[in-house]
């Protein structure tokens, strides 16, 4: 086990039906599985990450399969460097976790998210992994304890992940790139933003270096309303465009274009 302590940073190890750090600290494990390591006093709400609709909707438009070939990629890019240890940040309710797992079947993988109601959930889907309840902003794993860290649709702490990367080791970053569901944010707003790609590699920290981009993109048809406010809900357009745009999107069948970006932005070792 590589867990820390979120209080203290030591070693936490197994105890009847939880974790204990050398200090006393002791938490327990949930009745689903999970380990809540997110002390009350590093929460800034009662139930801080996405709640309970979000990610009921997430969870039904991804088992919909419509981004099934986005997680096919990625579990073949994670399989292809081949980590000892992996983390999935922001994992939500553990969809992609749970296709990292099965590419990685002898790594010892992790899922955190601060969200409970998405850990409630991502337990179901992949008991091998050990899921957390955590901030990505301290993570309860020791310093360059992973090869791999995943971070899908999701904000991300760069510093938090580059202390947990071993040298060599990488982040692999999944996002939307500029064409992402032009058609539906054409629908939505008067004027469609323009979304820099790129934005997030200004943001890479010394001591890490992007090794390797590419694209996905094909055409999804959504036939079905209620995938159509699923991914509505599922998205910040959900509360960002006015009630009447949504109705509009949900009435009519939508073709739109999935378009993602890999990026494997790499640990160099100083
Ligand atoms: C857009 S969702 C992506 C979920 C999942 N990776 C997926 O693509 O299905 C972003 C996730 O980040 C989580 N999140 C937000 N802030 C966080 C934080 N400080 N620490 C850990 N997770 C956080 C949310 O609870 C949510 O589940």
């Keep these: 086990m590589s867990l820390t302590c979120p209080l203290c940073q030591g070693a936490l190890s197994a105890v009847d039906n939880g974790v204990a750090c050398p200090a006393g600290h002791r938490f327990d494990r949930a009745r689903q599985g999970y380990l809540n390591l997110l002390p009350v006093q590093h929460k800034n709400s009662r139930d801080p990450g996405d709640n309970a609709a979000m990610v009921e ?153 992007l090794a390797h981009s590419e694209t996905l993109s094909f055409a999804l048809q959504l036939s079905s309303s209620e995938a159509r406010a699923d991914l509505l809900a599922m998205t910040p357009h959900g509360w960002r465009a006015s009630a009447e745009r949504r109705a509009a999107v949900i009435a009519e069948p939508l073709e739109v274009t999935v378009a993602i970006r890999y990026d494997w932005i790499e640990r160099t070792g100083h």
Excluded at 72 to 87: F, K, N
Aim: some cysteine.
């Design 57 to 209: 909707a997430r969870r039904r438009f991804l088992d919909g399969g419509h981004y099934a070939p986005l997680a096919r990629r990625l579990a073949e890019l994670a399989a292809g460097y081949a980590p000892a240890r992996w983390l999935d940040i922001g994992c939500g309710e553990g969809y992609y976790s749970a296709q990292l797992a099965d590419a990685l079947p002898a790594a010892d993988g992790y899922a955190l998210d601060i969200s409970r109601e998405a850990i409630k959930r991502g337990c179901k889907r992949s008991p091998q992994l050990t899921w957390l309840v955590a901030s990505m902003a301290r993570v309860p794993l020791a310093d360059a304890s992973c090869q791999l860290l995943a971070s899908v649709f999701s904000p991300l702490d760069w510093q938090e992940a580059k202390r947990l990367l071993a040298p060599g080791g990488g982040l692999l970053r999944m996002g939307p790139s500029r064409e992402h569901l032009m058609q539906l944010r054409q629908k939505l707003y008067d004027e469609v933003r323009d979304y820099d790609e790129q934005k997030h590699l200004e943001l890479i920290p010394a001591g890490m270096r």
